[in-house]
Nanobody, 115 residues
Framework: QVQLVESGGGLVQPGGSLRLSCAAS????????MGWYRQAPGKQRELVAG???????NYAYSVKGRFTISRDNTKNMVYLQMNSLKPEDTAVYYC?????????WGQGTQVTVSS
C-alpha cells in the first residue's frame, strides 16, 4: 500500500507562484510514473504534468512554460512549481502515482488564484 500526501496549496493572486509537494510512502517510488492532476468545479479531472522514473516530463498545453514538475527519488517526493498563475488554474490538485501493482491518489490540495 502506497500513501501520497500533498501539501502547498493555498490562495494566491494572479501572477503569483506556488509550489506543491507530494510525499510518497514505500520503497518503490523510484520506479513509478508520477503526475499532477487537477479538477475544477463542474469540470473533469485533467492531467497537468507527468514525470517518468527517469525524469522525462510532459505538460498540458495550458500550463506549458509556467509549471515545472520535478522529483527527488532520494526523498520519495514529487513537486509542481507553478508560476504566473491565472484564475483558471483554480482547482483541487491531486498527486497520482502509477506503481507496479496499482495506481494511487493523494487526497488533493486546493489552489485558488484570485485577487
Amino acid at each position: 500500500q502506497v500513501q501520497l500526501v500533498e501539501s502547498g496549496g493555498g490562495l494566491v493572486q494572479p501572477g503569483g507562484s506556488l509550489r506543491l509537494s507530494c510525499a510518497a510512502s514505500g520503497n518503490t517510488f523510484s520506479r513509478a510514473w508520477m503526475g499532477w492532476y487537477r479538477q475544477a468545479p463542474g469540470k473533469q479531472r485533467e492531467l497537468v504534468a507527468g514525470i517518468t522514473n527517469s525524469g522525462m516530463t510532459n505538460y498540458a498545453y495550458s500550463v506549458k512554460g509556467r509549471f515545472t514538475i520535478s522529483r527527488d527519488n532520494t526523498k520519495n517526493m514529487v513537486y509542481l512549481q507553478m508560476n504566473s498563475l491565472k484564475p483558471e488554474d483554480t482547482a483541487v490538485y491531486y498527486c497520482n502515482g502509477r506503481f507496479i501493482l496499482a495506481d494511487y491518489w493523494g487526497q488533493g490540495t486546493q489552489v485558488t488564484v484570485s485577487s
